[in-house]
Each structure stands twice: as structure tokens, then as C-alpha cells.
T-cell receptor
């Protein structure tokens, strides 16, 4: 059974039209991450939540926002998508550990911007 | 500074043969974790194997083993008896504690093609 679920799998939006991607988890992990991945590149961390604490990466554009209403759900909001925001968006979860716990990923949402 | 280096952008291997994917890492933290993920064309990142920095033995999971050489800071993935379904992108990752959360650093990936 899927433990990290992302919806939708494919999202098409228009240039400048706000879009929300969702992620839910059944693992009860305290950390949730959002990554952006462009073709044939490594995933790029956008931000993460440690419980309710939100942490932005320094180079994440202001166009990207996130919400975590409870432990299970996390949302990625793109306020005004540009053509350069077309990418795969990956949600992941983990527990905090000194030696690094496994990070579990959802299947991703592939975003197209027209 | 680059934390994870994967020097092989692409690799070919014959079906049923073994293949080694290279990964070197850089950290001054004595406590860290090393991971390998597989990403098929569908896009999902699939966890394969984990090695803790204090683990004495190399990790193994079925056909996957991690050749951990701490002094050389390398964590190569060995896939034995390659199958056609192993064709995918493979990412090496490292995790250490930064401000009380595990930050993950990914390499640039190696695209593996298994030939019949």
C-alpha cells in the first residue's frame, strides 16, 4: 500500500494560474519535504516541515509556498506558475535521526505549464 | 560544495551481469546516512538500500549491496544479476543532521541501461 500519496499525478496549468499540489502520508513521520526535479537532474529541495515548523531553502522562489494543516497532509502552492516551473514535484517524508532515516517518496506530480 | 559525486552519467550492462555504480561523498560530520534510490521513467523515487556511518558491515538488500569504504568516502552500489527492469536512473544520497532535521544531498545520478 502506498505510504506517501501525491495528487494529482499529472497537472496541467496555464501560465500565471495558481496551482496546488497535495501530499499525504500514513507513516506518521514528523518531517515532510518538497522537491522540484527537472529532467535528468537531481531533486532540488524547496522546503521542509519539521512538525509545524516551516523551513525554506534560501534559493526557493517566493512564488512557492507550502501549508501543513496536520501531520498527514502537506500542500505545495505555486502562486503564479511560469514556464520554468514545469517539472516533477516530489513529496517525501522521514523521521529525524542522527544517522539519517530512510526518506520515503510519493510517486510525484508532473506539472506542465502552458 | 558538492556533497555527493556520481561520476558516471550513463552506464550499460549486459543482462545477468553485475554492475557497480560509483558514489563519493564529502562530510565532516561523524554521523550520517548513505542511501541509494532508483528512479524509473515513471518518476517515482524508490528506496533501495541504506548504510549508516557507524555500520561495520556493508549493507545488502537482495541483489543490491553497498560497498562502503569510509576512509575513501565512497559508497558504491553493486547490482548483481542485472535484469531488464533495472534500467533506470540511480541516485546516491547522503543525510546528515542540519538544524535538527535530516537534510538529504543527492548526486547528479547515473542512468543505467540493461541490454538483453
Amino acid at each position: 500500500d502506498a505510504m506517501v500519496i501525491q495528487n494529482p499525478r499529472y497537472q496541467v496549468t496555464q501560465f500565471g494560474k495558481p496551482v496546488t499540489l497535495s501530499c499525504s502520508q500514513t507513516l506518521n513521520h514528523n518531517v515532510m519535504y518538497w522537491y522540484q526535479q527537472k529532467s535528468s537532474q537531481a531533486p532540488k529541495l524547496l522546503f521542509h516541515y519539521y512538525d509545524k515548523d516551516f523551513n525554506n531553502e534560501a534559493d526557493t522562489p517566493d512564488n512557492f509556498q507550502s501549508r501543513r494543516p496536520n501531520t498527514s497532509f502537506c500542500f505545495l502552492d505555486i502562486r503564479s506558475p511560469g514556464l520554468g516551473d514545469a517539472a516533477m514535484y516530489l513529496c517525501a517524508t522521514s523521521r529525524v535521526s542522527k544517522w539519517g532515516n530512510i526518506q520515503y517518496f510519493g510517486a510525484g506530480t508532473r506539472l506542465s505549464v502552458l | 560544495a558538492q556533497k555527493i559525486t556520481q561520476t558516471q552519467p550513463g552506464m550499460f550492462v549486459q543482462e545477468k551481469e553485475a554492475v557497480t555504480l560509483d558514489c563519493t561523498y564529502d562530510t565532516s560530520d561523524p554521523s550520517y546516512g548513505l542511501f541509494w534510490y532508483k528512479q524509473p521513467s515513471s518518476g517515482e523515487m524508490i528506496f533501495l538500500i541504506y548504510q549508516g556511518s557507524y555500520d561495520q558491515q556493508n549493507a545488502t538488500e537482495g541483489r543490491y549491496s553497498l560497498n562502503f569504504q569510509k576512509a575513501r568516502k565512497s559508497a558504491n552500489l553493486v547490482i548483481s544479476a542485472s535484469q531488464l527492469g533495472d534500467s533506470a536512473m540511480y541516485f546516491c544520497a547522503m543525510s546528515d543532521l542540519v538544524d535538527n532535521f535530516n537534510k538529504f544531498y543527492f548526486g547528479s545520478g547515473t542512468k543505467l541501461n540493461v541490454k538483453p
